[in-house]
């Protein structure tokens, strides 16, 4: 699989290729974490979209309900009436009388609406209910009468017939609410504005809507991600948004889950509660729920987290072929993970250590070990891997370096990653020779062009540039260090 960036960042014009392991090194502010956020991007938007769009379609009517429930304050008073123990003038609409009553957002969740099959189903009988119902039932119910006219805006000698008909005006409006839904989630049955809209507030969450070049005055931009000659993404994109001209931009991808690790202490956050917003959505013509698009640390931080435990079965499959990475990493991180109420820790040998205080470089061998072993590792899985040995010993570095050759050779995982380290590029040059990944290893460089963009150069056939590229910073400073070393050293002689 190859990706394609045009003006996307600082990065002028680039082609990665993106199969097994993909190594990308060079100077800092070189666009190198602008690939990963990019692909990481696509695959969240994209993964497991049918349920996603299921999903976000009942919420979407949930919420349509809530809003109908809460416009008009006829369906605001009737629970002061039943404190009267007065039949309730919606007796004989049980679908309106529902929603009055007992219908809550959470409920979403279950499909459980007693005799109605779901939501949906629902929605279309309370439509049919409010076209039927009879105004002049309130000549049945005083009780009603006399709490609605305290709450209407309109004088509280408001004539029964003037309340009928603003009762008949609110459920026309409600009606009209309902037929506009209906066609809303109706729409886009093949899901072509959805992917795009999907992939389009994923990338403006990353990039916190700077998609495009900041310090370059560039009018469109575009992304493609292709597999031989079979496309996968495309799109164009202007003003930092996806451009809409009605094309599908997405057709299909391997991928089912993508994770981006930047940083080890994603695992002292707080557990992710589901009150955070960070993005608006601008395209009211999709049902896509942009308060399911995370930041990729959230996102992470609440799989770590998560509850999810692997069946019999899945241990099984999940373990086989597995023995030696575990092994890898349980030289160095051996304990188990313990989230509860009473807090989130590190356990070995009976003794639990507060993850705040594991150390750092610890934190990166176990966010491996716990995606591992909550099976969100496979070769449906992409890592993005920005800078992984910045808190580790070079002896760590060497460790971590065979652990990601071993989940591309064993597990068939796609990793992604940047690095400034010489010793850990050349220890996954190492490790992929000596488990014969050579074939599955694309290593990259950033080049600054004159104008201060910048476009990769693939250097699989000629490593010894990247290693000269960090020789040189080396020897600088190894020259400077041999000077001051000298001179100061013939100053105290004399």
Do not use: C
Not at 23 to 40: A, E, M, R, W
Not at 99 to 117: A, G, M, Q, T, W
Not at 301 to 327: A, D, M, R, Y
Not at 452 to 469: F, K, R, T
């Amino acid at each position: 699989m190859n990706i394609k960036l045009e003006n996307i960042g600082i990065i002028k014009n680039s082609n990665i290729q993106l199969d097994g392991l993909t190594v990308i090194t060079g100077q800092n502010n070189s666009g190198k974490t602008t690939v990963g956020k990019v692909i990481y991007s696509l695959v969240d938007a994209v993964s497991n979209l049918s349920a996603k769009a299921e999903n976000d379609r009942l919420m979407y009517i949930s919420d349509v309900l809530k809003d109908i429930r809460d416009s008009f304050e006829i369906f605001r008073l009737t629970r002061r009436v039943y404190d009267n123990n007065e039949p309730s003038i919606f007796s004989r609409y049980p679908a309106i009388n529902y929603l009055l009553n007992r219908f809550n957002v959470s409920s979403i969740k279950l499909i459980s609406f007693d005799e109605y099959e779901n939501i949906e189903v629902f929605s279309h009988t309370l439509r049919d209910e409010l076209i039927k119902f009879d105004v002049n039932l309130l000549d049945e119910h005083p009780t009603f009468f006399k709490y609605y006219r305290r709450l209407s805006v309109i004088s509280e000698d408001i004539e029964i017939k003037d309340a009928k008909n603003k009762i008949k005006n609110q459920f026309e409006k409600a009606v009209s609410i309902l037929d506009k839904m209906f066609k809303d989630i109706d729409r886009d049955s093949e899901l072509i504005d959805y992917a795009r809209e999907s992939i389009n507030q994923t990338l403006r969450v990353e990039f916190s809507k700077q998609i495009q070049p900041v310090k370059f005055n560039v009018k469109n931009s575009r992304i493609e991600v292709f597999d031989n000659d079979a496309i996968i993404f495309a799109f164009n994109i202007v003003d930092n948004k996806l451009v809409n001209d009605g094309n599908p931009v997405f057709s299909n991808i391997s991928y089912k889950k993508a994770y981006f690790i930047d940083n080890p202490f994603v695992l002292d956050s707080l557990p992710y509660r589901k009150t955070f917003v960070t993005h608006d959505l601008e395209n009211n013509n999709t049902i896509l729920n942009a308060r399911r698009i995370l930041p990729h640390e959230v996102k992470l931080n609440f799989t770590l987290k998560s509850t999810k435990i692997t069946t019999v079965f899945e241990e099984t499959v999940i373990n086989h072929g597995l023995t030696e990475i575990k092994e890898k990493i349980n030289e160095v991180i051996s304990g188990e993970f313990e989230f509860n109420s009473d807090g989130e820790f590190y356990v070995k040998d009976g003794k639990k250590l507060h993850l705040t205080n594991l150390a750092t470089g610890s934190k990166m061998f176990s966010i491996l070990k716990i995606l591992l072993d909550k099976g969100e590792i496979d070769e449906s899985t992409l890592l993005v891997l920005d800078e992984p040995e910045a808190h580790l010993h070079p002896n760590w570095q060497n460790k971590f370096a065979e652990i990601i050759v071993l989940l591309v050779k064993y597990l068939n995982t796609n990793i992604l990653l940047t690095s400034h380290s010489p010793n850990f590029v050349l220890a996954i040059d190492a490790y992929m020779r000596k488990y014969n990944i050579i074939d599955k290893t694309n290593f990259y460089q950033t080049k600054h062009l004159k104008d201060d963009s910048v476009e990769y150069i693939n250097y699989n056939d000629d490593l010894g540039q990247i290693y000269a590229d960090f020789m040189q910073y080396l020897s600088e400073v190894k020259a400077l260090r041999n000077y001051y070393y000298h001179n100061l050293g013939e100053n105290d002689d004399n």
